[in-house]
């Protein structure tokens, strides 16, 4: 038996017969540059998330730009963010001629320490973008009054994290819902994802949101009359209306990722697997949505070909830190500055994960991870 990280067929043959009717009406339309199923998108994910204002786009790696650019970050400007991420969280803050300054992640959660992010803090900070990494949020209640003394906007890097929550003075608190910019993706793979490139920022001041809703049309609020240099960063009718129908459905398909999280602590613990492979900790007050879910393995590179010559697939998120990466080096990091991002790249490994993954295909997975132990 092979097993896939994730399958998008299984997911397809749920709502085939929705996403065909939703696909018939744009097609029926032509009318795919900003159609009608755009702003009803916009709308019904705004009310999902909580959050007053909702723009789509291109893209998640847009999505973070344009918060940016929204927040007029710009050269000297200083903006605060993770290394232990997905390389768009990095190159947005760069594009834009900005300094990357990167603090340190937590060894359990996988995220951003606030700790030392506070550390990171200069005068010239403008904007801090945390990744709510593989699915769960940030503990943002810890920094959220700094920042607003500081006057420091915050970028919530919502990419992997549509529905996770957590809980804040006695309420849920959404993804996206911390009071700045929350910059979503909708590629195809994601939690909520759509059938090509399409994203989504959110936000919750009317100006920024006028702001954003210009920037992602090239800058212009009325028919070539453009305020400001923004780029062409639309979302797509098509994927609209995909989403639209693919958004009904999030919450099963949450619960469903959330059950095969349970029933892989289940197996570990049956198997007497805890200290070689340490499970993704559900910090307190966290609806953790697993986009990913990434053990820590011991002898992780052996056990990831090991069980790809199972027919099994595993994956790495992430093999390299961003602080690493070639084409940040003038950002003057080097190896042992992010000790425990750097230690997480080489002991990190995500096991499949999707809504319709088997119970008998993780019982088959953790079986293998077993023999593999055995053997070493
Ligand atoms: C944490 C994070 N940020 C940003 C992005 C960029 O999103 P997109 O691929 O939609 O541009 C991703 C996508 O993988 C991501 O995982």
């Known amino acids: ?65 344009l918060a940016l650019m929204a927040a007029g970050v710009g050269p000297g400007d200083e903006v605060i963010t993770t290394p232990f991420s997905f390389f768009a969280t990095a190159s947005c803050i760069t594009r834009l001629g900005a300094k990357l300054v990167f603090a340190d992640v937590e060894p359990d959660s996988y995220n951003i320490s606030m700790a030392r992010v506070k550390d990171a803090i200069t005068s010239r900070t403008k904007a801090f973008i945390p990744v ?32 996770a929550h957590r809980m804040y003075g006695g309420r849920i608190v959404r993804s996206g819902g911390w009071g700045g910019f929350g910059g979503f993706s909708f590629f195809p793979t994601k939690n909520l994802g759509a059938y090509g490139d399409a994203g989504m920022v959110t936000c919750f001041d009317e100006t920024d949101a006028k702001k954003l809703a210009g920037l992602h049309l090239h800058g212009s609020s009325s028919s070539y009359t453009h305020e400001t240099v923004g780029v062409n960063s639309r979302l797509d009718t098509i994927q609209a209306a995909i989403l639209r129908v693919r958004l009904r459905h999030i919450e099963t398909w949450t619960e469903e990722r959330r059950e095969a999280a349970r029933l892989y602590e289940l197996l570990f613990a049956e198997k007497g697997l805890f200290g070689d492979i340490t499970p993704p900790l559900e910090t307190d007050g966290n609806r ?67 809504p319709e993954l088997r119970p008998e295909e993780q019982e088959t997975v953790v079986n293998a991870i077993g023999e593999f132990y055995r053997k070493v």
């Open 132 to 163: 709510h990494i593989f699915g769960q949020l940030c503990k943002i209640e810890e920094i959220k009054d700094t920042l607003l003394d500081k006057g420091i906007t915050l970028v919530e890097d919502c990419a992997q994290s549509f529905g």
């Open 1 to 65: 038996m092979s097993i896939p990280s994730f399958d998008l067929k299984r997911n397809y043959a749920r709502v085939s017969g929705e996403i065909e009717e939703a696909l018939s009406r744009v097609l029926a339309s032509q009318q795919f540059i900003m159609g009608p199923d755009v702003a009803a998108f916009e709308k019904e994910a705004a009310l999902y998330l909580e959050t007053p204002y909702a723009v789509g786009v291109a893209s998640g790696s847009d999505s973070l730009l």
């Open 288 to 354: 953790h949505t697993y986009h990913q879910y990434v053990v820590k393995a011991r002898g992780r590179d052996d056990l990831h070909k090991f069980l790809e010559g199972k027919g099994i697939t595993t994956r790495i998120y992430y093999p390299l830190p961003l602080h690493l990466q070639p084409c940040f080096a003038s950002a003057g990091y080097k190896k042992g500055d992010m000790p425990v991002s750097e230690s997480l790249c080489d002991e990190v490994l995500a096991l499949p994960m999707f």
